[in-house]
T-cell receptor
Framework: KQEVTQIPAALSVPEGENLVLNCSFT??????LQWFRQDPGKGLTSLLL?????REQTSGRLNASLDKSSGRSTLYIAASQPGDSATYLC??????????FGEGTQLTVNP | GAVVSQHPSRVICKSGTSVKIECRSL??????MFWYRQFPKQSLMLMAT?????????EQGVEKDKFLINHASLTLSTLTVTSAHPEDSSFYIC??????????????FGPGTRLLVL
């Protein structure tokens, strides 16, 4: 059974700092890995999707890497802003389009 | 990206009543819809997967008679929480995905429905 773990559970940083969120998964037989953002009481916004054959994806200040063999992914956020404050969820896709989510990292960026 | 809506966004009901939540794909045909539940400060837990025109597949531990799922069209799936109790209070999120060239596409998530059972 696939298990996804995210570290740290919570993170508080001053504005402008670069930061890294970590995600690990137990079964390396994945189709893809996705990072989502969730604001309080809201649904999910997809940030980046990395296919199993890819090593990384970039979008603006966000960069996600994938090391499938070791079961790890990182989400790098450059020059963090208060508007980046949210919960960041990592999810892996195994059979078909089934997603298994981690418990998330709650990020607070202080002005 | 594709848009998925949910209705209602928030519902409060008395214990013992049934509540229906709708999930719609607004600009694409969703061959598969997923229903998740999220408790406070926890992650999303998949409840069931529904394919248009067929019965839903429920995850282990999810009561299919309590959480009725209907996926009668390619743009609409409903989740009915029957005889709701306070422990059913949660945030319910749906997602939808379609087929492109025979390959299942990524899931697009709805905004969620907050259910509070008194």
């Amino acid at each position: 059974k696939q298990e996804v773990t995210q570290i740290p559970a919570a993170l508080s940083v001053p504005e402008g700092e670069n930061l890294v969120l970590n995600c690990s998964f137990t079964d390396s037989a994945i189709y893809n890995l996705q990072w989502f953002r969730q604001d309080p009481g809201k649904g999910l916004t997809s940030l980046l999707l990395i296919q199993s054959s890819q090593r990384e994806q970039t979008s603006g200040r966000l960069n996600a890497s994938l090391d499938k063999s070791s079961g790890r992914s990182t989400l790098y956020i450059a020059a963090s802003q208060p508007g980046d404050s949210a919960t960041y969820l990592c999810a892996v896709s195994t059979s078909g389009s089934r997603l298994t989510f981690g418990e998330g990292t709650q990020l607070t960026v202080n002005p | 990206g594709a848009v998925v809506s949910q209705h209602p966004s928030r519902v409060i009901c008395k214990s013992g009543t049934s509540v229906k939540i709708e999930c719609r794909s607004l600009d694409f045909q969703a061959t598969t819809m997923f229903w998740y539940r999220q408790f406070p400060k926890q992650s999303l837990m998949l409840m069931a997967t529904s394919n248009e025109g067929s019965k839903a597949t429920y995850e282990q531990g999810v009561e299919k008679d309590k959480f009725l799922i209907n996926h009668a069209s390619l743009t609409l799936s409903t989740l009915t929480v029957t005889s709701a109790h306070p422990e059913d209070s949660s945030f319910y999120i749906c997602s939808a995905s379609g087929l492109a060239g025979g390959i299942q596409e990524t899931q697009y998530f709805g905004p969620g429905t907050r259910l509070l059972v008194l």
